[in-house]
């Protein structure tokens, strides 16, 4: 990959002009990686990391460098691009022969060519976070305007993320059908413990329910519980 | 003492050969009032996937997910395809087939692409040109999940809508305008005649747990040794409640 060519603006305004209804996440965080390789000054290689549940994957990589020095990281469960896609936090490491934080990593890092690097967290609050890798070719390869640049970059990443996640609960199912599905069961039990105690319908019972959940202000499946739990009490004693 | 019932279920307790889609409804009734226990019940399951890709217009393969002591398996497949992305959601301990069996709600991806939360699911689902998928959780007698149903299409359109129609299903609402194809329709009525069922058997153990004096676990297992083995657990739970109307 070499240096950066590209101007930082209009890659941005790039970015800006996509829709991410019209292209998927992978898609999306490919076009983030390229533009930052091409704008951020002193980048060499850009990649995603994406972490589900402790578990690391780089979504989106501009060349092998960037994807095995992640997956370094993710084999050994450490380094730079997993704690920055926990933190949020913009990590800054400038110079890979005095590293102390991740020493092995950055050892790796140097044997590959790359003297300094950013990870940068996507500032999002899900069950996947993730950050956006800049790797440079020498030491001190980022200054300060530098990292700012990859920082635009890393939030056009969040929000595609952030998007992506919308979708995918859009997708998925709404966690009212997930609490009526919840319900069913206990509401059931609890209308045949009112039947069997007051010998009447279900739909009796049912209304019966329904009248303690409003005098009572609790929900009918909080109702339902509380009536099954005490039939189980009962049952111990 | 409860009353036992041998007056229903016998015929609708073996998995029917014919590939109608008048045969998935019935094979989804019957599994609702199976036992969880009852050694019939994979034999069940195997025959609800055949149909379902059979028949189900927008499906091109369907798996079952069961859980055992190793960890999730899948019980039946109709496609070595539906094993794969299985086995990848596996791997990942993470994914639609496990979630739906998990929370025992149904979890429907209308169009794979958006996924980011399974990208294991994803990218095996894709490269055998899966665009959509519905997970559906299958109770069997004591209502608990026994089994999570994938059903995995290539038509993200026709998909969707299937989608909606069982996500509502199962949120208690049965109100649809939207008329599928014969085989989706059928798939539907057996998930709502199957959700009853377990009403029914949840509002008889309810009333074994007042009557007798025992926690929900030793109701259900009254409820079992009180049917006739091979016979449905329904008709002892309709046995009980009409047992104490009376």
Known sequence: ?237 | MIVGSTDQGDDVLSPTPEQSPEALRRALLALAGLPDESPALPAHLRTIVALSAAVVGPVDFASVTVSAAEGPRTEASSADAAEEIDLAQYAEDAGPCLTALRSATTVGVPDLAGVVVWPGFRDVAWRYGVRASLSIPLFAGSGAPVAGLNLYARDVSAMRQLIQRVESCYAGDSASTTRLDAGSEQLLAGLAEALRCRDLVQRALGVLMDRENVAVGPAYRRLVDATTSGSSLTGTASAILRQHLN
């Not at chain 1, 076009?31 to 780089?58: D, M, N, Y």
């Not at chain 1, 994807?67 to 469960?77: A, N, S």
């Not at chain 1, 200054?143 to 700012?148: L, N, S």
């Not at chain 1, 609790?218 to 189980?232: C, G, T």
């Open chain 1, 1 to 237: 990959m070499s240096e950066p060519t590209a101007d930082p603006t209009h890659a941005l305004a790039e970015l800006s002009r996509i829709r991410l209804d019209e292209v998927s996440l992978d898609d999306m965080l490919l076009r983030v990686a390229t533009l930052a390789s091409r704008s951020v000054p002193g980048a060499r290689e850009v990649s995603v990391t994406l972490v589900r549940a402790q578990l690391g994957w780089t979504a989106a990589f501009t060349g092998d460098l960037a994807r095995e020095l992640d997956e370094w990281q993710y084999e050994q469960q450490r380094g730079p691009c997993l704690d920055a896609s926990a933190s949020g936090d913009t990590l800054s490491l400038p110079d890979m022969t005095v590293e102390q934080r991740w020493p092995q990593w950055a050892q790796r890092a140097r044997a590959a060519g790359v003297g300094s690097s950013l990870s940068i967290g996507l500032p999002i609050q899900e069950s996947v976070v993730g950050a956006l890798n800049v790797y440079g070719g020498p030491a001190n390869a980022f200054d300060p305007p530098a990292v700012a640049v990859a920082e635009q970059f890393a939030a056009y990443a969040a929000v595609a993320l952030a998007n992506a996640h919308l979708y995918d609960s859009a997708a998925t199912l709404a966690e009212q059908m997930q609490e009526a599905m919840r319900s069913r069961a206990v509401i059931e039990q609890a209308k045949g413990i009112i039947m069997g105690e007051r010998r009447c319908t279900p739909d009796e019972a049912f209304a019966l329910l329904s009248k303690i959940s409003q005098d009572t202000n609790r929900k009918v499946r909080d109702v339902a519980e509380a009536l099954v739990a005490r039939a189980a009490q009962s049952a111990r004693v």
